[in-house]
Every structure is written in structure tokens, then in C-alpha cells.
């Protein structure tokens, strides 16, 4: 495990035991589900009876070790964070069964997750809204084919100032981005009528030389993208906020 790891907004932490301060930053566990260490934080029995539930389904044996690990993790985390049991913990559904960003609690947070293979993300804080997203790379891929896709081939194009093997991971940095940036809107990136952020401006500012100004839609956002291991590859984590108050009427 890495250190764990502080900006002005968020804290990356990668030991669920960590103290924890200043609750209005953003609280970023980064997890390998397969370490050990972790694994001794996650328990079943933690789990609500409809996870329980799920858990019992037929699958295989990884399947449900990572199942659980998922979900008895997520409430250990968000239950230090709240001071609560993380059995008692009630979470709120959105419309699609999924739970939303705020839990039913004495005290609420936001929060937002995500995981790929044996990499679990969470953020938690007492401030703005945010999204997480962990997105992997799959050698058997073929990424160009997605990307041109969702970008088209005149902006794929535009990866051709990056050297070769830096390409793919600007591609995955747009993926997480897109992501985390509509889960911090309350919605996954399906919904497009409700497409909270350009894919043409998520895409330029992935593009461009840090030091260049952000499209316009991206001024009040902040985000922080890290790459971890994840199976035999690795995975690109992303974590966007917007800022409180800003582009508010």
C-alpha cells in the first residue's frame, strides 16, 4: 500500500483504519479487494438482508468473494466516516435500485463508488456532491475501435500527439472522467438526455496541456485522476467534484 495522500480537497487514503479529519474535504479509499489487510476489514455479517440475499445466489466462488467484500467494505467506510455501525447503516435507492449518493442516516454525506476486478473505490464527504469512477485496462480491448466511437476519428486523431503507449490511459483518464462527472450529477453516463457535461469538452480538456484553460462547462469542476493495479493490468481511478455554489442561480 501506498501512503496515504492529501490535496487541498481530497484525501486518498488506502487503509480503511486511517484517521480521519476534516470531513467537509473528500475522503478517497483506494482498495485492492485481494490484499489481505483489506480482506480482514470485510465482514458478511455487516451486510443488510437483501445483500445477504444476493450474496446466496448461485455464482462462482471469486464472484462472491468480491461481492461481499464490495459491499461489507462500503458500509465499513462510510461508517467510520458517519461514527455509525456499518450494520445499521440505511442506504437510499435511487430511481434505478442503485443506492444514491446521500445516505439515510442522523448524519448525512455524499458518496459515490465503483470497483473493477480487485479495485474498490470510495469517496465520502460533508460537502459538494462528487462521482468516483475505477476504469480498467483490458488487453483484450480494442480501445480504438471504442474510442473512435465515442469520440469520433478527427478527435481520436488528436491522440497522435501523445507518445504511443501513453494513448490508451489519456483514453481511460475521458472514461473516468465521464463517468465520475455524471455520477456526481446523480446519474450514470446511459442517461444521455441528461448528459450533465459535453463529451467534446470532457475530451478537449483530457487533450490539452495542463496549463491551458478548461472548456468553459469544466470551470467549476475540480478532479484528480490516479492509476492503480488492477488483475494483470491496471485501472485508471477519477475523482470529480463540483464546486459548491458555482454555475448555481
Not at 182 to 194: R, S
Request: charged share 30%; net charge negative; aromatic share 8%.
Amino acid at each position: 500500500m501506498n501512503p496515504k495522500a492529501e490535496t487541498d480537497w481530497v484525501v486518498w487514503h488506502q487503509a480503511p483504519d486511517e484517521a480521519l479529519e476534516n470531513r467537509a474535504a473528500i475522503h478517497l479509499w483506494c482498495c485492492d479487494l485481494d490484499d489481505p489487510r483489506i480482506v480482514s476489514f470485510c465482514d458478511e455479517a455487516v451486510l443488510s438482508e437483501d445483500e445477504r440475499g444476493i450474496a446466496a445466489r448461485p455464482c462462482s466462488p471469486r464472484q462472491h468473494a468480491l461481492y461481499v467484500r464490495r459491499r461489507s467494505l462500503r458500509r465499513v467506510l462510510l461508517g467510520r466516516f458517519l461514527n455509525l455501525a456499518p450494520k445499521d447503516l440505511k442506504l437510499a435507492r435511487g430511481d434505478l435500485g442503485e443506492p444514491s449518493e446521500e445516505l439515510v442516516s442522523a448524519v448525512r454525506c455524499h458518496y459515490s463508488d465503483s470497483s473493477s476486478q480487485n479495485v474498490f473505490v470510495l469517496g465520502a464527504t460533508e460537502g459538494a456532491a462528487l462521482g468516483v469512477d475505477a476504469t480498467p485496462a483490458m488487453p483484450e480491448w480494442d480501445w480504438t475501435a471504442v474510442a473512435e466511437f465515442m469520440v469520433g476519428p478527427e478527435h481520436l486523431r488528436e491522440l497522435d500527439r501523445f507518445p504511443e503507449a501513453e494513448r490508451q490511459a489519456v483514453f481511460l483518464r475521458f472514461c473516468s472522467l465521464r463517468e465520475a462527472v455524471a455520477k456526481a450529477f446523480g446519474h450514470g453516463i446511459a442517461e444521455a438526455a441528461q448528459e450533465p457535461v459535453p463529451d467534446e469538452s470532457l475530451w478537449e480538456a483530457m487533450i490539452r496541456p495542463p496549463s491551458d484553460p478548461r472548456p468553459a462547462e469544466l470551470r467549476e469542476w475540480r478532479w484528480e485522476h490516479r492509476v492503480v493495479p488492477s488483475g494483470t493490468s491496471y485501472a485508471v481511478v477519477c475523482v470529480a467534484q463540483r464546486r459548491r455554489g458555482c454555475g448555481e442561480g
